[in-house]
């Protein structure tokens, strides 16, 4: 039994919001995917989301009575495990259609719990103590390494930024619009050797939901909106933290989950019109587009800069702005999978002409988690 998104969603509106707590995210996401499925409360039986305030919080404020619930939490990918363990659900017949919600004040701080590391972790122990405390000193650490050993230039990684600005330029939602050059995010302010701010992620307020259900319920829908289906997935992991990376310069997560999800999608990267990258920081596409295979080591800062996942290009890749320029809220897989959806619909505001086949890799925290998604407008691969 195959799998189908049929609610796709986010808050009205995202960027900063401090009139909303983040469970008013999570329910007003909520809502939206439920209408835009055309379904209601009484049709969920299954809930996903992270903790806090979690899903039976969620279940609860909306009055659903779930048979199936998922907490896995493994940092700003954790969606599209929710999305996988769902079809899993699914299929085994523990429940029929499945919530998944998001929604955090990650800007405004509105209900959001304090963050904090713990001091017994293994980041705690081996890498706070010398000063890594947080995204941006941690994922400095493997950029430099990567950029020491390929030879990516300051440059490359600055056009990452400006070409995710280009697709932002497009976007009506996105929270940062106006065109930027190399220069312009060399000249700002850095925040982490080699990282300048214009390379790091947004911090914002904003949520977003999904609804999952099996591909012949998805059949029987009359939502007004294509079915987007499931065709393949795949979850790892690395460590708990960047000092433990096996290598530094590759995303083993990354590596093994796109490989699991082409395997059991029966896709080639060739068959991929659309593709998005989880890009917290300007250098997570770069690992991105090398460890799931569509270009070589060493080759996809170059690749970035020829053009090719920009406007026009080849391979369009964050093609809503990404979390440097759309919205990131702290977990952004979410949004990843909300635009795919809208490609894969021909809803999108940057639409990709064509766009059939969409593949969504997620990173959760520094090169923690990784989880890879491929999602089709068909329910099988031409």
Known sequence: MSAAIVGAAETDRVGVLPEHST???????????????????????????VTSPGPVT???????????????????????????HAAAAIAAGYCTTVLITHGESGRSRVGAPPYRMDPSSISGQFELPYGVSGPPTSFTVPALRYMKETGLTHEQLANVAVVQRKWAALNPRAMYRDEITVHDVLASKVIAYPFHILECCLVTDGGGALIVTSAERAADLSSGHRAVHLLGSGEACDGPAVSTMPDPTSSRGFRLSSRAAFDSAGVSRDDIDHLMIYDAFAHVPIYGLEDMGFVGRGEAGAFIEEGHTAPGGRLPMNTNGGGLSYTHTGMYGMFAIQEAVRQLRGEAAAQVPGARVSAVLGNGGMFMAASTLVLSAESEAA
């Open 23 to 49: 469970l008013e995210l999570h329910l007003e996401a909520a809502r939206n995917a439920l209408a835009d499925a055309g379904l209601t409360k009484d049709d969920i039986d299954g809930v996903a989301g």
């Open 58 to 84: 969620v279940a609860y404020s909306l009055g659903i009575t779930p048979t199936w619930i998922d907490t896995t939490s493994v940092g700003g990918t954790s969606f599209l495990f929710h999305v996988r």
